[in-house]
C-alpha cells in the first residue's frame, strides 16, 4: 500500500503560519483543520456578518498566498511525495479511497484534503451523475480512464453479472482502446471504483449498479444471487440456509418461500423446490409444461413427453401421465399425444 513520509496535519499547520486571521480562521473551519466537521461557507458568513461568495473569496484568496509562500517552497518535495502516493494509486483516484488508503489516522483526513487542495500538482472533479468525486495528477489519463468507464457501462447488459477477474480485462480492452498502458488489477478495480454507474456485489460479481443482482435490496435478491452460484434447483429452506452462509443475512425459511413465489425469476420446479428462469425452466403447472413441450416440439410419445417435462420439473412420471389424461391433451393412434382441440 503506498504511503506518506511525513504528517499532513503538520504540514497544513506550519503552511497556515503567516496568513492574515481571518484567512487562516476561515481556511481552519472550511477545512475542518481544528479537529472539528467542516464548515460551510455560509455557516462562516453568518459568524462574519458578510455573504458565503465573500468567504469563498477570502478562502481563495488565503489558498493563493500559501501558495505564494516560502512554507509552500520548503515542503514543495512533501507535495511532490504526495503526488508519488497518487501516481501509485493510479492517477486518478476516489476521494474516499485517497481518505481510506493515504492517512495514517483518522484525524489526518481533512489536513490531507488541505494539502490535496493547496498542492499545485492535484486536481479535483466534483462528483456528478456518473463519477464520485475524485483527484488526479493527469488530466489525459483521467479523461481516457471516464470515456473509457462509459463506454463499459454501455457495453454491459443490465441483467449481466461478470467475474470481477473477467470484468477487469473487458475493462482493460476499453481502456487500450484509449491510450492507457496496461496496469495492475488493484489500479484498474480503483478506477472502476470511480464510477457511479458500475458496481459489484458482495459476491464480487460486477454490474450495472442499479441491476437487482448488484445493488441487493430484499430476499428475493439475495436468493437470486444463491441459487445462481449454487448452479442448480434448491428447496426454499436450503436457500434460506445459505443466504445466511453466503451474505451473513438471517431469513425465514417461510418467507423467502413467500418471496420467491411472487418473483418471475424464480420456477416452482418441485415441492418446495425453486430454479432460475433463466436455466431454461417455464413458469406453470404441470400441464402447462407439458403443453409448452407439444408446442415447441410437435406430437411426442408418453415416454418422450415424461423426458421432457423432468428436464423442467422435479415430479413423478405417474403424475405427468395423469395430466396427460386430464382431457387437454388427444392421444393419436400412433401413440403419440397432442393438445386436445378445444370444442
Not at 468507464?149 to 475493462?171: A, C, N, R, Y
Request: net charge positive.
Amino acid at each position: 500500500m503506498p504511503i506518506i513520509t511525513f504528517s499532513p496535519r503538520a504540514i497544513a499547520k506550519e503552511l497556515l503560519v503567516g496568513l492574515p486571521q481571518r484567512s487562516k480562521s476561515v481556511l481552519t473551519g472550511r477545512y475542518g483543520l481544528s479537529g472539528s466537521q467542516e464548515r460551510t461557507l455560509d455557516a462562516i458568513g453568518k459568524e462574519y456578518g458578510i455573504t458565503r461568495e465573500r468567504i469563498r473569496q477570502i478562502e481563495n484568496h488565503g489558498l493563493g498566498l500559501i501558495r505564494d509562500s516560502e512554507s509552500y517552497e520548503e515542503h514543495a518535495p512533501k507535495l511532490v511525495d504526495l503526488k508519488r502516493v497518487l501516481e501509485q494509486l493510479g492517477g486518478i483516484v476516489s476521494e474516499e479511497i485517497v481518505l481510506q488508503e493515504v492517512p495514517k489516522s483518522q484525524a489526518d483526513r481533512n489536513h490531507l484534503l488541505f494539502l490535496l487542495t493547496v498542492g499545485h500538482h492535484f486536481e479535483d472533479r466534483r462528483e456528478n451523475n456518473d463519477f464520485y468525486r475524485r483527484w488526479h495528477v493527469d488530466t489525459q489519463l483521467s479523461d481516457a480512464v471516464e470515456r473509457a468507464l462509459k463506454m463499459l457501462h454501455e457495453s454491459v447488459d443490465s441483467d449481466t453479472l461478470t467475474p470481477e477477474e473477467e470484468f477487469i480485462q473487458l475493462f482493460s480492452r476499453f481502456l487500450k482502446d484509449e491510450g492507457v498502458k496496461p496496469r495492475e488489477p488493484e489500479v484498474v478495480v480503483r478506477w472502476l471504483l470511480l464510477s457511479k454507474r458500475l458496481n459489484k456485489n458482495p459476491l464480487g460479481e460486477w454490474g450495472r449498479a442499479d441491476s437487482p443482482h448488484v445493488r441487493l435490496k430484499n430476499t428475493r435478491d439475495y436468493a437470486y444471487l444463491t441459487l445462481k452460484r449454487h448452479g442448480s434447483p434448491m428447496h426454499f429452506r436450503e436457500v434460506a440456509l445459505a443466504i445466511k452462509k453466503l451474505f451473513g443475512r438471517t431469513v425465514h425459511p417461510a418467507t423467502t418461500h413467500n418471496e420467491l413465489i411472487k418473483d418471475d425469476r424464480f420456477v416452482l420446479v418441485g415441492r418446495g423446490l425453486y430454479a432460475l428462469k433463466e436455466w431454461g425452466y417455464n413458469p406453470g403447472v404441470v400441464r402447462e409444461v407439458i403443453k409448452g413441450v407439444i408446442e415447441r416440439e410437435g406430437a411426442l410419445t408418453r415416454e418422450e413427453i415424461i423426458e421432457r417435462v423432468k428436464r423442467e420439473r422435479y415430479v413423478k412420471d405417474a403424475t405427468i401421465t395423469v395430466n396427460l389424461q386430464s382431457g387437454s391433451f388427444t392421444r393419436l393412434p400412433d401413440g403419440k399425444y397432442v393438445i386436445a382441440q378445444k370444442k
